[in-house]
């Protein structure tokens, strides 16, 4: 059995643990927040009775792996006191703010043969193989576009005079941390670094990014991603090829997959899935990895690759359409 705690109590780490619970061999031990009575509460609702305030106190606790979900900016230091307290991690995207933390985060694990993941849904999803099989049926690529954008239900909040943690830049939050990031990885896993890119972003008074949007050069087709926090998209993801073209209603779950040949033939590749459900596929990698410590695994080293890609490019379209963090 394998021993888990949670750090942070948001409807995120909720959703995480009601998707563990589906996998065998998964134990919710102890909830870590900085409040006890939140924690207390929060643990209530999983039957679990072990809560703690502090990272100092979870690692004196003991468990064999963490799942964190604070805000951005806290992924870097909490990961890093996990894994020199020989802590498995899985962070929630984004991993780390600067490419170079998750660098330092990827090598510490490397070094101590511990588990370190980003819990970026569609790397651990197994539509994504779905998805690229589909994408070999269109022809060749011609253009590719991916859009996450949701109305935060924060925003009211960030109107009415408050700052909360994902409208607030020293927290790291912004629409391209949050949402935008579903768009990188996927781009990054399919076709890898891209030539150039060129990026645009909406920033509220506070300086936080609202929505944006960027352009990559893959030299014989350009990649478009476009995000908001303060919008709600109606429409879908696209890769369109020669051939026929892949449309994608989510792109962070792999949700309303289709294929369209130019012949008028449509397949569903993929319909609906519930969010639980998706993020135990996550939990069920992270299993697998902690008990085969098979880190030489092709698909381990894709995910890490592609989650240090992620942050690289991410950082690139930061500086590209001026947003400023911390």
């Known amino acids: 059995m394998i021993d888990y705690a949670v750090i942070g109590t948001s409807f995120i780490t909720e959703e995480f643990i009601r998707g563990a619970q589906l996998v065998k061999g998964l134990r919710l031990a102890c909830v870590c927040s900085r409040s006890r009575e939140k924690g207390l509460e929060f643990a209530r609702r999983f039957s679990c009775e072990n809560v703690v305030t502090s990272l100092e106190e979870l690692a004196a606790f003991g468990v064999d792996a963490a799942y964190v979900a604070s805000p951005n900016s806290l992924h870097f230091e909490q990961s890093l006191f996990l894994l020199q307290s020989n802590i498995n991690v899985l962070c929630e995207k984004p991993a780390t703010v600067k490419s170079s ?4 985060l990827q090598a510490l694990a490397k070094e101590r043969s511990l588990v370190y993941l980003e819990a970026m849904m569609f790397l651990y999803s197994p539509r994504r193989f779905l998805l690229q099989e589909a994408m070999g049926k269109v022809g060749k690529i011609r253009s590719a576009h991916f859009d996450f954008s949701q109305y935060s239900s924060r925003y009211k909040a960030y109107l009415q005079g408050q700052n909360p943690n994902i409208f607030n830049p020293k927290m790291s939050g912004g629409s391209l941390m949050d949402l935008g990031c579903y768009c990188i990885c996927p781009t990054v896993y399919f076709w890898g670094r891209p030539r150039a890119l060129s990026a645009f972003a909406v920033l509220l008074e506070n300086g936080a990014d609202s929505n944006g949007g960027a352009l990559l050069d893959y030299g014989d087709f350009l990649a478009s991603l476009t995000y ?12 369109i090829g020669d051939l026929g073209t892949v449309t994608i209603d989510s792109i ?11 012949t008028g033939e449509c397949e569903t590749i993929a319909g609906p899935l519930e969010k639980h459900i998706t993020m135990s596929y996550e939990a069920q990698t992270f299993y697998d990895y902690l008990t085969a410590k098979n880190l030489d695994d092709k698909e ?3 995910s890490q690759e592609c989650s240090l890609l992620t942050a690289e490019v991410s950082e690139k379209i930061r500086q590209s359409a001026g947003i400023k963090l911390g």
Do not use: A, C, M, P
């Not at 792999?254 to 369209?260: D, E, N, Q, R, V």
């Open 228 to 239: 908001s926090k303060t919008g709600q998209s109606r429409g879908v993801s696209q890769i």
């Open 101 to 104: 933390e998750i660098k330092t």
């Open 300 to 302: 381990y080293i894709k």
């Open 252 to 262: 962070s779950q792999l949700t309303g997959i289709k294929l369209y040949l130019n």
